[in-house]
């Protein structure tokens, strides 16, 4: 017995020096050679306990207990593989409806396209775990993205050396060019991981001083405001504000490595040659001669522009979307058949024409659109039509009237966008071809001088704007044009996630369908089962 309480004091000496090895070396992060010694002398003083108590040992494990025992401990050691094996080897299910804690699918597309690598370094702390798992997920998305964490409080000295103060703060390389990233969000990050991949930024410019859309405003609800609250259709009533909230689109191209801008061309200043793209958004009064030479003298030099012309607003701008073989027809288009919610003037697209812009949508819907129609083929243009309404839609040329006029109305399918490239080169050929065709000549068109360039003309500008920006596709289809025009297809589709409150939008038809179910059929089988089981029992 004295034999046995020896092994087993000299069994508990030797697992409390191993234990307290292991976990000064966990501590002090920088192992000795005493630690190292003490875990040695642990691990001795143990085999030697356990090899004098062998027969005790060996006694209690043919018992009862000893069974419960050995199948307790192998649990356990089952589980602490598990667990280990889980640090090592992640795997993730996001169960969140809006996959809150997952990377969004365009920015898992943008980083596979990544063409330059990017160093990241994220000082964080213990309350940034969350944030810590956002660059873990883009680092597993590509071999081009690497990140290093560290605390700044436990290596104060990484810190010091690369003039951190804060935790939080992300350092970003790629080649020579350096920056700092302070926000958490995935869009901050990804805007940061484009700017610094990328090297340049590109210029999105928006039109000023005619109504149009604020794209550093704000405000939700200052579109169009009818006698329910707020619609923007047919019949609506205009009221003019201050301000016109397009700041949602404005993120999403900063997102994108956009820098955004306004543009006035009556201030002095008519140069926009350091404009990718120019936006006019929704002008609600003519354009001055001057400012429609200045647009026009921009795409004959090779500039893009994203048309977004409102209906009945005669904009001055309607001859220059003709030279690239578009029409802007002055009408509202309704929508009996596939509408949004239950405004049959905000037509709603499920179906789109073949297009980098349209590639892999969701549904879209205009608040108050107008038709384009093709003119005759002109030498050097490309037109594709983007989107269309249904085949029950019509374009109404009343403002006053919701009623189809056969003879007056254009009936559907509709074009509501569309997009035209002028190729000067490509316009010589072809007028040679129809000119051997018509074995005549026919007049050059005006191409000397001309670059290429390209337009998207979209026959509404509410659909981008604060109120409906986030809501289904209106958002991707936005940045997709503007993509497309600045000739940056790689980053088509990527935009920042926004957390909005759930809900579900449904078309005329699905609100029609939902109420015959749930209302009228549902009920009707449960009264026809109803009386079935009371006849028979009758």
């Not at 980083?111 to 969350?130: A, Y």
């Not at 990527?494 to 579900?504: A, G, H, L, S």
């Amino acid at each position: 017995m004295e034999h046995s309480f020896r092994s087993f004091l000299i069994l508990l000496a030797g697992l409390a020096c191993l234990v307290t090895g292991i976990a000064l070396n966990a501590i002090i992060l920088e192992p000795g050679i005493w630690t190292l010694l003490l875990q040695a002398v642990g691990a001795g003083l143990t085999a030697f306990g356990l090899y004098q108590l062998r027969s005790e040992l060996a006694g209690l494990i043919r018992q009862r207990r000893g069974e419960i025992a050995i199948f307790t401990v192998g649990v356990i050691g089952i589980l602490v593989v598990i667990a280990y094996f889980s640090t090592r080897y992640t795997v993730r299910y996001d169960l969140s409806e809006s996959r809150m804690h997952s990377l969004s699918d365009q920015t898992v597309t943008m980083l596979q396209k990544l063409e330059n690598p990017v160093e990241i370094t994220f000082f964080h702390d213990s309350g940034m775990r969350e944030t810590i798992e956002r660059y873990e997920l883009i680092a597993a998305q590509t071999d081009k993205v690497t990140v290093e964490f560290f605390d700044p409080m436990v290596n104060p000295a990484q810190a010091r050396m690369r003039g951190v103060q804060f935790a939080g703060t992300a350092l970003l390389k790629s080649g020579e060019r350096e920056m700092q990233v302070h926000g958490p969000e995935e869009a901050d990050i990804a805007n940061a991981i484009l700017r610094i991949s990328l090297g340049a930024q590109q210029t999105a410019c928006f039109l000023d001083g005619h109504g149009e859309a604020d794209p550093f405003s704000k405000e939700a609800h200052d579109h169009l405001e009818g006698a329910a609250g707020h619609s923007h259709g047919a019949g609506s009533k205009m009221v003019i504000h201050e301000t016109h909230g397009m700041a949602k689109a404005r993120h999403g191209l900063e997102a994108l490595n956009y820098v955004v801008e306004k543009t006035g061309l009556m201030r002095g200043n008519r140069s926009m040659s350091h404009c990718a793209v120019l936006v006019i958004a929704g002008p609600k009064t003519k354009l001055l001669p001057d400012e429609i030479e200045s647009i026009s003298d921009y795409l004959d030099n090779g500039g893009n522009v994203f048309f977004m012309l409102d209906p009945f607003v005669e904009t001055g701008l309607e001859p220059i979307v003709r030279r690239y073989g578009i029409v802007v027809d002055n009408n509202i288009v309704l929508d009996p058949l596939s509408h949004f919610w239950a405004d049959p003037s905000s037509p709603a697209v499920t179906r789109y024409g073949y297009h980098q812009i349209t590639r892999g949508l969701p549904l879209t819907f205009y608040p108050g659109v107008r038709s384009l129609s093709p003119t005759e083929k002109i030498p050097g243009t490309s037109v594709v039509p983007l989107v269309n309404s249904s085949q029950e839609s019509f374009g109404e040329s009343n403002p006053e009237s919701v009623r189809f006029d056969a003879g007056q109305d254009a009936a559907g399918p509709l074009t509501l966008m569309v997009t035209s490239a002028l190729r000067p080169e490509q316009a010589v050929e072809e007028t040679a071809l129809l000119s051997t065709a018509s074995e005549g000549d026919l007049p050059s068109p005006v191409i000397e001088g001309r670059a290429n360039s390209r337009i998207v003309v979209i026959g509404d500008s509410d659909f981008a704007t604060n109120s409906f920006f986030h809501l289904l596709g209106n958002g991707n289809i936005f940045l997709n044009a503007v993509n497309f025009l600045a000739e940056q297809e790689n980053l088509i589709g990527i935009e920042p996630k926004t957390y909005d409150p759930p809900r579900v939008n449904l078309t005329n038809r699905q609100m029609k369908g939902v109420f015959v179910i749930s209302v009228v059929l549902i009920p009707a089988l449960l009264a026809i089962i109803g009386f079935a089981v009371w006849w028979r029992q009758r």
